[in-house]
């Protein structure tokens, strides 16, 4: 069956003209380069969009987890240092740490917030509920911890650093988990990169070697052309050749047909001219 189609195939291109073989067989090359062109760069550009996304979500996600335990223990410095002039009765300093406390506390909210839309997973998402019910636990006891330091309660401090210690320390072992989990997803991302990169290669390589073979398209019918105008050359020169020699043989036959023609008409003669003298 394969045969057939091969031999039908070649029966149709012996039909065709040659500039229409060749014009066939470049429209084909550049049809090809083009799909090829255009698939290679479907390859390359879609993964590689989908991952720098996927990269510049992580960066953004580990950069906010950093901010905001960055932001927890700026508050508990803070915080200290309410309790330190509270109990030094510098005034000033404790409206300063005061200030500064409140605004660290401001800014965890903040990046709780910005934080939500870039969510990937499931235990992203469980460890952002995790974190901000743990700020609004913490917000609550710090306030009460400086109100006490502003107050001169210092007796109820314990129990305010009793309840916060653990707090922070959840805090900050939740936070740390988180970016432990960005960066193998970020190791992960590098994988597939590296991956991608790969395929882009082995694609590239089909590529060239498709390409190659589409060139070889238009050689193969030149060459076959050749072939075709030289056997057509070779029969026309035999042919010449076999008029040639036809027309040397009529030539030698009429030059033949014209000798003995001369020698009849001599004979003729000879007779006429015998028979003349006998009736004399």
């Known amino acids: 069956m394969s045969d057939m189609a091969s031999s039908c195939m070649l029966k149709t291109l012996n ?11 470049s429209a084909a090359t550049i049809l090809g380069v083009a799909v090829l062109a255009m698939q290679s760069l479907s390859t390359i550009t879609s993964p590689s ?6 990269l510049e979500r992580t960066t953004v996600r580990m950069a906010a987890v950093n901010a905001l335990r960055a932001s927890f223990w700026e508050a508990e410095t803070y915080k200290r240092g309410v309790f330190l002039a509270a109990s030094l009765q510098d005034a000033a300093s404790v409206s300063r740490f005061d200030a500064d406390c409140e605004r660290a506390l401001a800014a965890i909210p903040e990046i709780l917030r910005r934080l939500k ?24 006891l710090v306030c009460g911890f400086r109100q006490a330091a502003r107050a001169h309660q210092f007796e109820r401090i314990p129990s305010f650093v009793a309840q916060i210690v653990p707090l922070v320390d959840r805090l900050d072992q939740v936070g740390r988990a988180w970016i432990q989990a960005e960066e193998q997803d970020l190791a992960r991302q590098r994988k597939e990169s590296a991956a991608l990169v790969e395929q882009c290669r082995t694609v590239l390589g089909v590529v060239a070697l498709v390409l190659v073979v589409i060139t070889l398209v238009p050689s193969f019918i030149v060459r076959r052309a050749h072939h075709v105008l030289t056997t057509s050359v070779t029969r026309l020169s035999q042919a010449m050749g076999q008029v040639s020699g036809a027309a040397r043989q009529v030539a030698e036959g009429a030059n033949a047909l014209a000798v003995s023609a001369s020698s009849q008409a001599a004979a003729l003669e000879e007779t006429s001219a015998s028979s003349q003298q006998i009736l004399t």
Do not use: F, N
Not at 49 to 54: I, N
């Open 117 to 140: 839309p870039v969510l990937h997973s499931a235990e992203a998402r469980r460890s952002h509920d995790e974190l901000s019910a743990l700020a609004a636990q913490y917000a609550l």
């Open 49 to 54: 969009g989908r991952l720098d996304e996927a």
């Open 15 to 25: 039909q065709w003209k040659l500039s229409t073989q060749l014009g066939a067989a």
